[in-house]
């Protein structure tokens, strides 16, 4: 049977993505780079916020209504985890399976396969690869449904598994491999291990052959002094950290049920700067949380100022069934969201613009990401790709005229800053 894979949302759900295709593949299936050539097509879904639910519904709705007429359509992942009924209920789907139902999805296929534990190595590897080094969550936030979707418990791939998978995405071509989790710090928790992370980073350094690691979804309060010294000492290392604030207001953090010492999360972006005092540091914030008052807005734009983040995401908040946050009251009006998520977004992008500022005339390794053949309107050669302090898909490019093939490490000097993107020379 020939498959293909549409995949939606964060980059953990690439990595089960990849581990649904490695088990079709042991089963004896084949991959199909044409959806109109598949016999089966699987739909990862994202159900983390309202928009992510309503593009994976459109999303199912569009390939039950474009199949041929042989081919199957099935829709697994969190929006089917939490909204199964929904999913089956569109005309076309033939079958909707929940989180990590990759041998389920096998078995539909009509093949049984053999058991496989996290994690599994990626099929395509690019310049930069995903390794997924736990799953679930056990943090109370009130806003997020994760829990529910993906369980309340921490399981935490073994470090001999995380090694090997590691150096298999090296051998094929990986120059980057970044950690994903759903709280990358919170790996080793159920073993005891305050320090997990720290002794598993300095293990990929030392054992997968990695030119860079990097470092996404590190939950505030649990960033260890033993991490920040292994960062700062590992060359492997990027010195970037995505660290999800969530909000600057303590008042709005408690009822979020999250760190709202903002002493402790002062502290934590201290030390870490002080220990590398070139990190880009990305964060996430939300506006508009019920009970959100213009003060405690305020509060989040005065701490955002002071903190002055490299980068920053936001979005606005939305009721996800089965929260508290979704039965409290004092709900903020979608138009009022709206005009603090404007004025959040512009701020951000005012500070980030001039965090890139700071960095004309840096010479730094950019890690080439663009096929060749790349051209600007005048005909002249181009690449674009991302140094150290630029995450893959969240944050922006650096464009250089010249030629590299992707997956190079070229060095470059940064001479302008495009806002969210940076232009630079090659240099020989």
Not at 18 to 47: K, M, P, S, W, Y
């Amino acid at each position: 049977m020939r498959y293909h894979i549409v995949t939606l949302g964060c980059p953990k759900n690439t990595t089960d993505s990849d581990r649904i295709a490695l088990t079709l593949e042991a089963a004896g299936h084949q991959a199909a780079l044409d959806r109109q050539r598949a016999d089966l097509v699987i739909l990862n879904t994202c159900g983390f916020i309202d928009d992510a639910r309503e593009e994976s519904k459109q999303s199912a709705e569009i390939l039950a209504a474009e199949r041929t007429a042989d081919q199957q359509v099935i829709v697994t992942g969190c929006w089917s985890q939490i909204e199964q009924e929904q999913v089956i209920a569109i005309d076309g789907i033939d079958a909707a399976f929940g989180i990590e139902a990759w041998r389920e999805i096998a078995d539909h296929a009509g093949q049984e396969t053999a058991e496989r534990d996290i994690p599994e190595t990626s099929l395509s590897v690019g310049p930069s690869a995903y390794l997924k080094i736990s799953d679930g969550c056990a943090r109370p936030c009130t806003f997020c449904n994760i829990p529910a979707i993906k369980g309340r418990q921490f399981r935490s791939a073994a470090p001999d598994a995380l090694v090997a998978e590691a150096r298999t995405l090296v051998e094929r071509g990986a120059k980057e491999v970044v950690l994903v989790a759903q709280d990358s710090t919170a790996y080793g928790a159920e073993w005891g291990d305050p320090d997990g992370l720290a002794r598993l980073i300095e293990r990929l350094a030392a054992e997968s052959g990695a030119e860079w690691l990097r470092l996404m979804y590190a939950y505030p309060g649990f960033v260890t002094p033993s991490l920040v010294e292994v960062m700062a000492q590992t060359p492997q290392v990027c010195n970037y950290l995505d660290i999800p604030l969530q909000h600057g207001s303590p008042a709005v953090l408690r009822r979020m049920k999250r760190p709202h010492n903002m002493r402790m999360v002062r502290g934590t972006l201290e030390r870490l700067r002080s220990a590398m005092p070139d990190i880009a540091i990305r964060t996430t914030f939300i506006v508009g949380f019920p009970g959100e008052t213009d003060a405690e807005f305020s509060e989040l734009l005065d701490f955002i100022f002071e903190a002055q983040f490299d980068r920053a995401g936001a979005f606005t908040y939305s009721p996800q069934p089965g929260t508290p946050a979704a039965a409290m009251t004092e709900q903020v009006p979608d138009q009022t969201k709206q005009q603090r998520f404007d004025e959040l977004m512009t701020t951000l992008a005012d500070i980030s613009a001039g965090r890139n500022e700071l960095q004309i005339g840096r010479r730094l390794p950019l890690l080439v990401e663009s096929e060749p053949g790349q051209t600007t309107e005048d005909g002249e050669p181009i690449i674009a790709g991302r140094t150290y302090r630029e995450a893959g898909e969240v944050d922006g490019l650096v464009f250089a005229l010249g030629e590299a093939n992707p997956g190079e490490m070229v060095d470059v000097r940064i001479t302008d800053a495009l806002g969210h993107d940076l232009w630079a020379e090659l240099i020989d």
